[in-house]
């Protein structure tokens, strides 16, 4: 198991898929620094790096970590930085790696297969944007609420419940996406012997599917259920 005496060097060496999730928090992947040190100077909570950092190099660690444990801020600062992650540089890669398949070989599978991305890139920009802009706000507002206390954070969490209950209640992970597009892909077995883009596709689909994973994990099962939860506490329920 991945400690906090460990370098992200000596991570990516271990496991250059891990990679993924330092870039979302800036953590360059040469550092020969110990992670605890780099989470120190750069202000970030150790122990959740950690527990991330072992579920993307095993996702039966999803099974075993307490991420309810963790502060609102904190779960909301990693789905906001992976947020953004997703849409700079996962996605446009992905797309990339499509667009020169079907430049490589023109069969109208490849064509299908990257209008479905396409379509699947509406959805999950989306589904973001709501989240970014109205649900993950109430969650920073509810806690400092519970924090201190201000007429000010309880205005606002009464006038904005029903929006926040409505995004909880009829939440989907996007991961259902690209479950369908994976399973399409696994009966697909191109001619061609160039299988260059298409094999990197393949990979760049697997290691974000397990992203998604464990993304959702946090988004559908922690945050939502935790807000849900302290929300009951003061009195206001799903109607």
């Known amino acids: 198991m991945i400690s906090a005496t460990n370098s992200p060097k000596s991570i990516i060496s271990y496991n250059r898929n891990i990679d993924h999730l330092f870039g979302r928090y800036n953590i360059g992947s040469d550092s020969t620094k110990n992670l605890d040190e780099i989470c120190q100077d750069d ?13 993307y190099d095993d996702l039966d660690f999803l099974k075993k970590t307490s991420f309810e444990e963790y502060s609102i801020p904190d779960l909301i600062d990693y789905l906001e930085k992976s947020h953004q992650y997703y849409l700079l540089k996962r996605i446009p890669e992905i797309e990339q790696s499509l667009e020169k398949l079907t430049q490589q070989e023109s069969f109208t599978f490849n064509y299908v297969l990257l209008m479905f991305f396409k379509e699947y890139k509406k959805d999950i920009i989306s589904h973001f944007k709501t989240e970014d802009e109205i649900l993950f706000p109430f969650c920073k507002v509810l806690h400092n609420y519970l924090q201190k206390n201000s007429q000010e954070d309880l205005i606002f ?21 690209i479950d369908d597009l994976q399973n399409v892909l696994l009966k697909y077995s191109p001619n061609n012997k160039k299988l260059s883009y298409f094999e990197i596709f393949l990979n760049q689909m697997s290691v974000f599917q397990h992203d998604l994973k464990i993304h959702a994990e946090i988004e559908e099962n922690i945050l939502v259920k935790k807000t849900t939860k302290l929300l009951n506490s003061l009195g206001i329920n799903d109607v």
């Open 157 to 177: 969490i009464l006038e904005n419940q029903k929006k926040a209950f409505s995004i909880m209640r009829d939440h989907q992970q996007n991961k259902d996406g």
């Open 43 to 55: 202000e970030i909570n150790i122990d959740l790096l950690l527990d991330l950092i072992n579920c």
